[in-house]
Protein backbone atom coordinates (compact mmCIF):
# COMPACT_ATOMS: atom_id res chain seq x y z
CA UNK A 1 0.00 0.00 0.00
CA UNK A 2 0.71 3.50 -0.80
CA UNK A 3 2.15 4.88 2.48
CA UNK A 4 0.53 8.48 1.85
CA UNK A 5 -2.70 6.16 1.36
CA UNK A 6 -2.11 4.54 4.55
CA UNK A 7 -1.40 7.68 6.38
CA UNK A 8 -4.33 9.29 5.28
CA UNK A 9 -6.63 6.26 5.77
CA UNK A 10 -5.13 6.62 9.24
CA UNK A 11 -5.72 9.88 10.35
CA UNK A 12 -9.74 9.62 8.78
CA UNK A 13 -10.09 6.13 10.78
CA UNK A 14 -8.19 8.05 13.78
CA UNK A 15 -11.33 10.65 13.44
CA UNK A 16 -14.19 8.37 13.46
CA UNK A 17 -12.42 6.69 16.97
CA UNK A 18 -12.03 10.20 18.41
CA UNK A 19 -15.41 10.94 17.59
CA UNK A 20 -16.88 8.08 18.65
CA UNK A 21 -14.19 7.62 21.96
CA UNK A 22 -15.60 8.70 25.02
CA UNK A 23 -13.50 11.00 27.57
CA UNK A 24 -12.25 9.28 30.35
CA UNK A 25 -12.40 11.60 33.56
CA UNK A 26 -9.71 12.82 35.39
CA UNK A 27 -8.84 11.73 38.78
CA UNK A 28 -10.33 13.76 41.64
CA UNK A 29 -6.53 14.56 42.60
CA UNK A 30 -5.75 15.40 39.31
CA UNK A 31 -8.68 17.57 38.90
CA UNK A 32 -7.67 19.46 42.04
CA UNK A 33 -4.22 20.07 41.16
CA UNK A 34 -5.99 21.63 37.41
CA UNK A 35 -7.77 23.63 39.26
CA UNK A 36 -4.68 24.89 41.03
CA UNK A 37 -3.15 25.27 38.23
CA UNK A 38 -5.64 27.17 36.30
CA UNK A 39 -6.17 30.02 38.86
CA UNK A 40 -2.48 30.57 39.08
CA UNK A 41 -2.30 31.43 35.00
CA UNK A 42 -5.91 33.60 35.40
CA UNK A 43 -4.37 35.33 38.24
CA UNK A 44 -1.17 36.02 36.48
CA UNK A 45 -2.30 36.56 32.91
CA UNK A 46 -1.69 40.40 32.33
CA UNK A 47 2.35 39.14 34.14
CA UNK A 48 2.10 36.65 30.81
CA UNK A 49 0.87 39.13 28.73
CA UNK A 50 3.68 41.34 29.51
CA UNK A 51 6.35 38.94 28.53
CA UNK A 52 4.83 38.64 25.53
CA UNK A 53 4.93 42.11 24.56
CA UNK A 54 8.60 42.04 25.28
CA UNK A 55 9.19 39.55 22.94
CA UNK A 56 7.16 40.98 20.08
CA UNK A 57 9.25 44.45 20.89
CA UNK A 58 12.50 42.35 19.52
CA UNK A 59 12.16 42.93 15.33
CA UNK A 60 13.05 39.11 14.70
CA UNK A 61 12.81 39.64 10.96
CA UNK A 62 14.46 36.48 9.55
CA UNK A 63 12.65 37.83 5.52
CA UNK A 64 15.04 40.70 5.02
CA UNK A 65 19.01 39.48 4.69
CA UNK A 66 20.17 42.96 6.55
CA UNK A 67 22.41 42.94 9.42
CA UNK A 68 20.41 45.22 11.77
CA UNK A 69 17.86 42.02 11.59
CA UNK A 70 20.17 39.37 12.03
CA UNK A 71 21.37 41.00 15.25
CA UNK A 72 17.48 41.61 16.19
CA UNK A 73 17.38 37.47 15.53
CA UNK A 74 20.10 36.93 17.65
CA UNK A 75 19.34 38.90 20.48
CA UNK A 76 15.41 36.89 20.33
CA UNK A 77 17.21 33.78 20.94
CA UNK A 78 19.22 35.10 23.50
CA UNK A 79 16.38 36.41 24.79
CA UNK A 80 14.34 32.83 24.70
CA UNK A 81 17.30 30.76 25.91
CA UNK A 82 17.38 33.05 29.48
CA UNK A 83 13.77 32.23 30.11
CA UNK A 84 14.00 28.53 29.24
CA UNK A 85 17.14 28.57 31.89
CA UNK A 86 15.07 30.60 34.53
CA UNK A 87 13.11 27.58 34.51
CA UNK A 88 15.94 25.35 35.23
CA UNK A 89 16.37 23.84 32.18
CA UNK A 90 19.47 22.35 30.60
CA UNK A 91 20.16 24.96 27.29
CA UNK A 92 22.54 24.67 24.32
CA UNK A 93 22.89 27.47 21.87
CA UNK A 94 23.78 25.59 18.37
CA UNK A 95 25.87 27.50 16.27
CA UNK A 96 23.88 27.51 12.44
CA UNK A 97 26.95 28.63 10.56
CA UNK A 98 25.85 31.36 7.53
CA UNK A 99 23.82 32.19 5.00
CA UNK A 100 25.45 33.18 1.74
CA UNK A 101 23.42 35.50 -0.44
CA UNK A 102 22.78 35.81 -4.05
CA UNK A 103 24.83 39.00 -4.38
CA UNK A 104 27.92 37.73 -2.17
CA UNK A 105 27.23 38.72 1.16
CA UNK A 106 27.60 36.90 4.06
CA UNK A 107 25.04 36.86 7.10
CA UNK A 108 25.15 34.59 10.13
CA UNK A 109 22.39 32.83 10.71
CA UNK A 110 20.73 33.00 13.85
CA UNK A 111 21.56 30.11 16.47
CA UNK A 112 18.91 26.97 17.24
CA UNK A 113 18.20 26.40 20.77
CA UNK A 114 18.24 22.93 22.43
CA UNK A 115 16.90 22.63 25.79
CA UNK A 116 16.08 20.18 28.66
CA UNK A 117 13.93 19.99 31.71
CA UNK A 118 13.70 16.82 33.28
CA UNK A 119 14.97 13.19 32.56
CA UNK A 120 12.84 10.72 34.74
CA UNK A 121 13.26 7.64 32.14
CA UNK A 122 9.64 6.35 33.89
CA UNK A 123 8.00 9.58 32.34
CA UNK A 124 7.08 10.73 28.94
CA UNK A 125 9.51 12.91 26.83
CA UNK A 126 7.30 15.49 25.34
CA UNK A 127 10.18 17.80 22.84
CA UNK A 128 7.89 21.56 21.68
CA UNK A 129 9.26 22.72 18.58
CA UNK A 130 8.60 26.42 18.16
CA UNK A 131 10.25 29.66 16.11
CA UNK A 132 10.87 33.10 17.27
CA UNK A 133 11.33 34.57 13.59
CA UNK A 134 9.03 36.69 11.83
CA UNK A 135 7.31 37.92 8.65
CA UNK A 136 8.15 41.90 8.28
CA UNK A 137 6.06 44.41 9.01
CA UNK A 138 5.87 48.08 8.94
CA UNK A 139 2.94 50.55 10.18
CA UNK A 140 2.87 52.15 7.12
CA UNK A 141 1.79 49.28 5.02
CA UNK A 142 -1.63 49.29 6.70
CA UNK A 143 -0.89 48.00 10.55
CA UNK A 144 -3.44 50.10 12.98
CA UNK A 145 -0.78 50.22 15.14
CA UNK A 146 3.34 49.62 16.12
CA UNK A 147 3.64 46.11 14.78
CA UNK A 148 6.38 45.73 17.52
CA UNK A 149 4.33 47.41 20.46
CA UNK A 150 2.31 44.84 21.12
CA UNK A 151 -1.47 46.65 21.65
CA UNK A 152 -4.91 45.32 23.43
CA UNK A 153 -7.97 46.67 21.92
CA UNK A 154 -11.09 44.84 22.97
CA UNK A 155 -8.85 41.39 24.30
CA UNK A 156 -6.51 40.84 20.78
CA UNK A 157 -3.15 41.87 21.33
CA UNK A 158 -1.96 43.42 18.28
CA UNK A 159 1.91 42.86 17.33
CA UNK A 160 3.96 41.16 14.90
CA UNK A 161 4.59 37.73 16.23
CA UNK A 162 1.95 37.57 18.37
CA UNK A 163 0.16 34.60 16.91
CA UNK A 164 2.76 33.51 14.56
CA UNK A 165 4.89 31.97 16.68
CA UNK A 166 5.82 33.98 19.76
CA UNK A 167 2.81 33.33 21.25
CA UNK A 168 2.37 29.73 21.46
CA UNK A 169 5.90 29.66 22.24
CA UNK A 170 5.24 31.38 26.09
CA UNK A 171 1.82 29.63 26.67
CA UNK A 172 3.96 26.68 26.98
CA UNK A 173 6.50 28.38 28.64
CA UNK A 174 3.52 29.80 31.05
CA UNK A 175 2.22 26.26 31.77
CA UNK A 176 5.48 25.05 32.76
CA UNK A 177 6.40 27.82 35.06
CA UNK A 178 2.76 27.36 36.31
CA UNK A 179 3.96 23.96 37.50
CA UNK A 180 7.00 25.32 38.98
CA UNK A 181 5.66 28.21 40.85
CA UNK A 182 3.19 25.87 42.38
CA UNK A 183 5.93 23.71 43.87
CA UNK A 184 4.84 20.67 41.66
CA UNK A 185 6.22 18.11 39.80
CA UNK A 186 6.49 18.60 36.09
CA UNK A 187 4.14 15.62 34.91
CA UNK A 188 6.67 14.98 32.22
CA UNK A 189 10.17 15.58 30.77
CA UNK A 190 10.68 18.40 28.68
CA UNK A 191 12.59 19.07 25.87
CA UNK A 192 12.53 22.20 23.30
CA UNK A 193 13.81 22.98 19.70
CA UNK A 194 13.76 26.74 19.17
CA UNK A 195 15.04 27.73 15.42
CA UNK A 196 14.83 31.91 14.33
CA UNK A 197 14.59 31.02 10.34
CA UNK A 198 11.35 29.00 10.15
CA UNK A 199 10.06 32.03 7.60
CA UNK A 200 13.11 32.05 5.71
CA UNK A 201 12.97 28.46 4.74
CA UNK A 202 14.67 26.33 8.30
CA UNK A 203 17.57 26.79 7.00
CA UNK A 204 20.34 24.44 8.46
CA UNK A 205 17.35 23.29 10.58
CA UNK A 206 17.33 19.54 8.46
CA UNK A 207 21.13 19.04 9.12
CA UNK A 208 21.21 19.38 12.66
CA UNK A 209 18.14 17.25 13.07
CA UNK A 210 19.63 14.48 11.40
CA UNK A 211 22.84 15.23 13.30
CA UNK A 212 20.93 15.01 16.56
CA UNK A 213 18.51 11.62 15.99
CA UNK A 214 20.71 9.46 18.03
CA UNK A 215 21.57 12.19 21.12
CA UNK A 216 19.31 15.29 21.42
CA UNK A 217 15.88 13.32 19.98
CA UNK A 218 16.82 9.31 21.48
CA UNK A 219 14.47 9.16 24.79
CA UNK A 220 11.91 11.94 22.65
CA UNK A 221 8.45 10.12 22.93
CA UNK A 222 6.59 12.66 21.12
CA UNK A 223 6.57 16.21 19.64
CA UNK A 224 4.43 19.12 19.47
CA UNK A 225 4.03 22.11 17.23
CA UNK A 226 1.98 24.87 18.00
CA UNK A 227 2.20 26.86 14.77
CA UNK A 228 -1.25 27.44 12.81
CA UNK A 229 -4.77 27.98 13.86
CA UNK A 230 -7.58 26.73 14.03
CA UNK A 231 -10.63 26.97 11.62
CA UNK A 232 -12.66 28.92 14.20
CA UNK A 233 -12.93 31.97 16.30
CA UNK A 234 -13.59 30.06 19.47
CA UNK A 235 -14.22 26.32 18.16
CA UNK A 236 -10.57 24.44 19.17
CA UNK A 237 -9.05 22.02 16.86
CA UNK A 238 -6.72 19.61 16.07
CA UNK A 239 -4.44 19.63 12.58
CA UNK A 240 -4.23 15.93 11.17
CA UNK A 241 -2.50 17.15 7.88
CA UNK A 242 -0.98 19.70 5.61
CA UNK A 243 -0.32 20.86 2.30
CA UNK A 244 3.44 21.29 0.94
CA UNK A 245 4.53 24.09 -1.29
CA UNK A 246 6.88 24.45 -4.08
CA UNK A 247 7.83 27.84 -4.49
CA UNK A 248 9.43 29.19 -7.91
CA UNK A 249 10.67 32.24 -9.45
CA UNK A 250 10.55 33.41 -12.93
CA UNK A 251 13.11 35.64 -14.29
CA UNK A 252 12.52 38.01 -17.53
CA UNK A 253 15.22 39.65 -18.62
CA UNK A 254 16.51 42.17 -21.37
CA UNK A 255 19.38 43.85 -19.73
CA UNK A 256 20.58 44.81 -16.10
CA UNK A 257 19.82 48.67 -16.50
CA UNK A 258 15.76 49.86 -16.77
CA UNK A 259 14.94 51.75 -19.69
CA UNK A 260 13.31 55.11 -20.25
CA UNK A 261 9.65 54.48 -21.32
CA UNK A 262 9.69 57.60 -23.54
CA UNK A 263 12.60 56.75 -25.31
CA UNK A 264 12.30 52.65 -25.22
CA UNK A 265 8.63 52.42 -25.18
CA UNK A 266 6.72 50.89 -28.04
CA UNK A 267 9.99 49.27 -29.72
CA UNK A 268 10.98 46.56 -27.68
CA UNK A 269 9.80 43.48 -25.72
CA UNK A 270 9.02 44.62 -21.92
CA UNK A 271 10.38 42.37 -19.53
CA UNK A 272 7.46 43.19 -17.18
CA UNK A 273 4.80 42.82 -20.00
CA UNK A 274 6.08 39.36 -20.87
CA UNK A 275 6.27 38.49 -17.04
CA UNK A 276 2.73 39.34 -16.18
CA UNK A 277 1.51 37.22 -19.57
CA UNK A 278 3.50 34.47 -17.92
CA UNK A 279 2.13 35.09 -14.31
CA UNK A 280 -1.51 35.93 -16.09
CA UNK A 281 -1.18 31.93 -17.79
CA UNK A 282 -0.72 30.15 -14.33
CA UNK A 283 -4.28 30.31 -13.06
CA UNK A 284 -8.12 31.24 -13.49
CA UNK A 285 -10.76 33.49 -12.30
CA UNK A 286 -11.55 30.18 -10.77
CA UNK A 287 -8.42 29.60 -8.49
CA UNK A 288 -8.30 26.80 -11.21
CA UNK A 289 -4.40 25.83 -11.89
CA UNK A 290 -3.92 25.96 -15.51
CA UNK A 291 -0.52 24.30 -15.75
CA UNK A 292 -1.27 20.61 -17.32
CA UNK A 293 -1.31 17.64 -15.66
CA UNK A 294 -0.70 19.58 -12.52
CA UNK A 295 -4.23 17.44 -10.61
CA UNK A 296 -3.51 14.09 -12.04
CA UNK A 297 -2.02 12.60 -8.99
CA UNK A 298 -4.67 14.13 -6.59
CA UNK A 299 -6.75 11.33 -4.99
CA UNK A 300 -10.69 11.18 -5.92
CA UNK A 301 -12.92 12.17 -3.74
CA UNK A 302 -14.75 9.47 -1.87
CA UNK A 303 -18.18 9.69 0.16
CA UNK A 304 -15.93 8.92 3.54
CA UNK A 305 -13.65 12.26 2.97
CA UNK A 306 -17.13 14.11 2.10
CA UNK A 307 -18.53 12.98 5.72
CA UNK A 308 -15.08 14.27 7.31
CA UNK A 309 -15.85 18.13 5.60
CA UNK A 310 -19.38 18.24 6.32
CA UNK A 311 -18.69 17.46 10.20
CA UNK A 312 -16.26 20.36 10.15
CA UNK A 313 -17.89 23.31 12.48
CA UNK A 314 -17.20 26.07 10.49
CA UNK A 315 -19.84 28.95 10.04
CA UNK A 316 -18.95 30.35 6.53
CA UNK A 317 -20.87 33.66 6.47
CA UNK A 318 -18.89 34.42 10.04
CA UNK A 319 -15.46 33.27 8.58
CA UNK A 320 -16.23 35.32 5.34
CA UNK A 321 -17.06 38.75 7.00
CA UNK A 322 -13.82 38.39 9.10
CA UNK A 323 -11.49 37.75 5.71
CA UNK A 324 -12.99 39.27 2.31
CA UNK A 325 -16.10 40.11 0.89
CA UNK A 326 -16.28 36.87 -1.30
CA UNK A 327 -15.35 33.64 -1.44
CA UNK A 328 -14.74 31.19 -4.55
CA UNK A 329 -16.37 29.01 -3.44
CA UNK A 330 -20.19 29.19 -1.74
CA UNK A 331 -20.60 25.90 0.44
CA UNK A 332 -18.41 25.10 3.27
CA UNK A 333 -17.65 21.48 1.72
CA UNK A 334 -16.36 22.99 -1.28
CA UNK A 335 -13.87 26.04 0.81
CA UNK A 336 -12.59 23.17 2.90
CA UNK A 337 -12.06 20.64 0.13
CA UNK A 338 -9.84 23.40 -1.82
CA UNK A 339 -7.67 24.42 1.51
CA UNK A 340 -7.47 21.05 2.33
CA UNK A 341 -7.28 18.34 -0.70
CA UNK A 342 -6.81 20.01 -3.52
CA UNK A 343 -3.52 22.34 -4.72
CA UNK A 344 -3.62 25.83 -4.89
CA UNK A 345 -1.40 28.38 -6.82
CA UNK A 346 -0.73 32.17 -5.55
CA UNK A 347 1.55 34.94 -6.86
CA UNK A 348 3.37 36.83 -4.08
CA UNK A 349 4.80 39.20 -6.05
CA UNK A 350 7.60 40.96 -9.00
CA UNK A 351 10.94 41.80 -8.14
CA UNK A 352 12.83 44.63 -10.08
CA UNK A 353 9.55 46.40 -10.80
CA UNK A 354 8.84 49.96 -9.28
CA UNK A 355 6.84 49.98 -6.40
CA UNK A 356 7.53 53.31 -4.53
CA UNK A 357 5.13 56.46 -4.36
CA UNK A 358 5.00 58.91 -7.09
CA UNK A 359 4.80 58.55 -10.92
CA UNK A 360 8.53 56.86 -12.39
CA UNK A 361 8.21 56.52 -16.33
CA UNK A 362 10.58 53.38 -16.07
CA UNK A 363 10.57 50.00 -18.35
CA UNK A 364 12.64 47.80 -16.17
CA UNK A 365 15.32 46.08 -17.29
CA UNK A 366 14.93 42.91 -15.71
CA UNK A 367 11.82 41.82 -13.10
CA UNK A 368 11.50 38.54 -11.26
CA UNK A 369 7.75 36.91 -10.74
CA UNK A 370 7.38 34.41 -7.16
CA UNK A 371 4.63 32.33 -6.87
CA UNK A 372 4.29 28.85 -5.12
CA UNK A 373 1.98 25.69 -5.60
CA UNK A 374 0.34 23.88 -2.11
CA UNK A 375 1.07 20.92 -2.85
CA UNK A 376 -1.03 17.80 -1.97
CA UNK A 377 -0.83 14.13 -1.00
CA UNK A 378 0.72 12.15 -3.78
CA UNK A 379 2.19 15.08 -5.67
CA UNK A 380 5.67 15.04 -6.44
CA UNK A 381 8.26 18.08 -6.31
CA UNK A 382 10.04 16.99 -8.94
CA UNK A 383 6.97 16.29 -11.18
CA UNK A 384 5.52 19.68 -10.14
CA UNK A 385 8.71 21.26 -11.36
CA UNK A 386 9.08 19.94 -14.86
CA UNK A 387 5.04 20.85 -14.96
CA UNK A 388 5.44 24.36 -14.18
CA UNK A 389 8.71 25.32 -16.33
CA UNK A 390 7.15 23.46 -19.61
CA UNK A 391 4.10 25.56 -19.49
CA UNK A 392 6.15 28.40 -18.64
CA UNK A 393 8.46 28.03 -21.46
CA UNK A 394 5.12 27.19 -23.76
CA UNK A 395 3.87 30.72 -22.97
CA UNK A 396 6.48 32.32 -23.15
CA UNK A 397 7.61 31.26 -26.93
CA UNK A 398 3.99 32.07 -27.88
CA UNK A 399 4.98 35.85 -27.54
CA UNK A 400 7.90 35.37 -29.82
CA UNK A 401 9.94 37.60 -27.23
CA UNK A 402 13.61 38.17 -27.52
CA UNK A 403 13.94 38.39 -23.58
CA UNK A 404 15.34 35.65 -21.58
CA UNK A 405 13.31 34.43 -19.48
CA UNK A 406 14.54 31.81 -16.42
CA UNK A 407 12.76 29.37 -14.28
CA UNK A 408 13.80 28.27 -10.83
CA UNK A 409 12.37 26.24 -7.79
CA UNK A 410 13.23 27.76 -4.64
CA UNK A 411 11.73 25.29 -2.34
CA UNK A 412 9.82 22.10 -2.67
CA UNK A 413 8.57 21.00 0.36
CA UNK A 414 6.08 17.77 0.89
CA UNK A 415 2.76 17.65 2.50
CA UNK A 416 2.73 15.94 5.95
CA UNK A 417 0.33 13.55 7.67
CA UNK A 418 -0.57 12.60 11.08
CA UNK A 419 -1.12 9.66 12.54
CA UNK A 420 -4.17 10.40 15.26
CA UNK A 421 -4.55 7.57 16.96
CA UNK A 422 -0.81 8.22 18.78
CA UNK A 423 -1.67 8.74 22.33
CA UNK A 424 -0.52 12.78 22.09
CA UNK A 425 -3.63 12.67 20.05
CA UNK A 426 -5.57 11.40 22.72
CA UNK A 427 -3.92 13.29 25.32
CA UNK A 428 -4.89 16.14 23.26
CA UNK A 429 -8.67 16.18 22.52
CA UNK A 430 -8.91 15.21 26.00
CA UNK A 431 -6.83 18.42 27.50
CA UNK A 432 -9.03 20.36 24.86
CA UNK A 433 -12.40 18.99 25.73
CA UNK A 434 -10.88 19.88 29.93
CA UNK A 435 -10.09 23.47 29.53
CA UNK A 436 -12.60 24.33 26.92
CA UNK A 437 -15.40 22.01 27.30
CA UNK A 438 -15.94 20.74 24.34
CA UNK A 439 -14.53 18.53 21.21
CA UNK A 440 -11.86 19.80 19.14
CA UNK A 441 -12.14 19.87 15.44
CA UNK A 442 -10.59 17.48 13.14
CA UNK A 443 -8.60 19.56 10.74
CA UNK A 444 -6.41 19.92 7.78
CA UNK A 445 -4.33 22.91 7.61
CA UNK A 446 -3.72 24.66 3.50
CA UNK A 447 -0.49 26.03 4.57
CA UNK A 448 3.32 24.39 4.92
CA UNK A 449 5.15 23.92 8.19
CA UNK A 450 8.27 21.95 7.14
CA UNK A 451 9.63 20.95 10.19
CA UNK A 452 7.02 18.75 10.81
CA UNK A 453 7.39 16.56 7.70
CA UNK A 454 11.37 16.65 9.24
CA UNK A 455 10.60 15.56 12.30
CA UNK A 456 8.31 12.66 11.32
CA UNK A 457 11.21 11.40 8.05
CA UNK A 458 14.01 11.74 10.13
CA UNK A 459 13.24 11.25 13.60
CA UNK A 460 10.17 9.19 13.45
CA UNK A 461 8.48 9.92 16.20
CA UNK A 462 5.05 10.81 16.59
CA UNK A 463 4.12 14.36 15.95
CA UNK A 464 1.13 16.11 17.14
CA UNK A 465 0.01 19.81 15.83
CA UNK A 466 -1.64 21.45 18.63
CA UNK A 467 -2.81 25.22 17.31
CA UNK A 468 -3.35 28.06 19.87
CA UNK A 469 -4.79 30.68 17.45
CA UNK A 470 -8.46 32.04 15.89
CA UNK A 471 -8.90 31.73 12.41
CA UNK A 472 -8.89 35.45 12.21
CA UNK A 473 -5.62 36.06 13.80
CA UNK A 474 -4.20 36.91 10.29
CA UNK A 475 -0.78 35.26 10.74
CA UNK A 476 1.65 37.05 8.28
CA UNK A 477 -0.68 39.58 7.67
CA UNK A 478 -1.10 43.64 8.63
CA UNK A 479 -2.82 43.57 12.32
CA UNK A 480 -1.64 40.27 13.12
CA UNK A 481 -2.93 39.53 16.73
CA UNK A 482 -3.83 36.84 19.11
CA UNK A 483 -6.88 37.11 21.48
CA UNK A 484 -5.62 37.04 25.10
CA UNK A 485 -8.63 34.38 25.41
CA UNK A 486 -6.31 32.32 23.31
CA UNK A 487 -2.85 33.05 24.65
CA UNK A 488 -4.46 32.50 28.69
CA UNK A 489 -6.59 29.43 27.89
CA UNK A 490 -3.90 28.18 25.53
CA UNK A 491 -1.54 28.39 28.44
CA UNK A 492 -3.74 26.15 30.53
CA UNK A 493 -4.53 23.77 27.67
CA UNK A 494 -0.57 22.96 27.48
CA UNK A 495 -0.56 22.54 31.71
CA UNK A 496 -3.44 19.90 31.12
CA UNK A 497 -1.75 18.57 27.98
CA UNK A 498 0.98 17.28 29.78
CA UNK A 499 -0.90 15.57 32.51
CA UNK A 500 -3.14 13.93 29.96
CA UNK A 501 0.49 12.67 27.87
CA UNK A 502 1.61 11.49 31.85
CA UNK A 503 -1.39 9.71 32.81
CA UNK A 504 -1.67 7.83 29.34
CA UNK A 505 1.65 6.94 29.37
CA UNK A 506 1.45 5.28 32.87
CA UNK A 507 -1.49 3.37 31.40
CA UNK A 508 1.01 1.89 28.74
CA UNK A 509 3.71 1.52 31.33
CA UNK A 510 1.30 -1.00 34.09
CA UNK A 511 -0.09 -2.50 30.63
CA UNK A 512 3.96 -3.41 30.04
CA UNK A 513 4.15 -4.66 33.24
CA UNK A 514 6.73 -1.76 34.13
CA UNK A 515 5.01 -0.04 36.30
CA UNK A 516 2.84 -1.73 39.26
CA UNK A 517 1.15 1.37 40.85
CA UNK A 518 -0.92 3.22 37.79
CA UNK A 519 -0.63 6.73 40.26
CA UNK A 520 2.96 6.27 41.31
CA UNK A 521 3.95 9.25 38.58
CA UNK A 522 0.44 11.31 39.58
CA UNK A 523 2.16 14.62 40.66
CA UNK A 524 1.38 15.01 44.19
CA UNK A 525 1.21 18.00 46.35
CA UNK A 526 3.76 16.83 49.17
Excluded at 149 to 157: A, I, Q, R, Y
Aim: hydrophobic share 40%; with cysteine.
Amino acid sequence: MDPTLGNMASCRLGLLLLLLGGMSAPSSQQAGLLRRVFQYIDLHQDEFVQTLREWVAVESDSIQPVPRLREELFTMMSLAAEELRRLGASVDVVDSGSQKLPDGQTLPIPPVILAELGNDPKKATVCFYGHLDVQPARQEDGWLTDPYTLTEVDGKLYGRGATDNKGPVLAWINAVSTFQALEEDLPVNLKFIMEGMEEAGSLALEELVRREKNRFFSSVDYIVISDSLWISQRKPALICGMRGNSYFTVEVKCRDQDFHSGTFGGILNEPMADLIALLGGLVDASGRILVPGIYDHVAPLTEEEKKVYEAIDLDLEEHRKSQVKRFLFDTKEEILMHLWRYPSLSIHGIEGAFDEPGAKTVIPGRVTGKFSIHLVPHMNTSVVEKQVEQHLEYIFSKRNSSNQMSVSMALGLLPWTANITDNQYLAAKKAIKTVFGTEPDMIQDGSTIPIARIFQDIIQKSVLMLPLGAVDDGEHAQNEKINRWNYIEGSKLFAAFFLEVAQLHSNDLLRSGLLTDPLSHTPERE
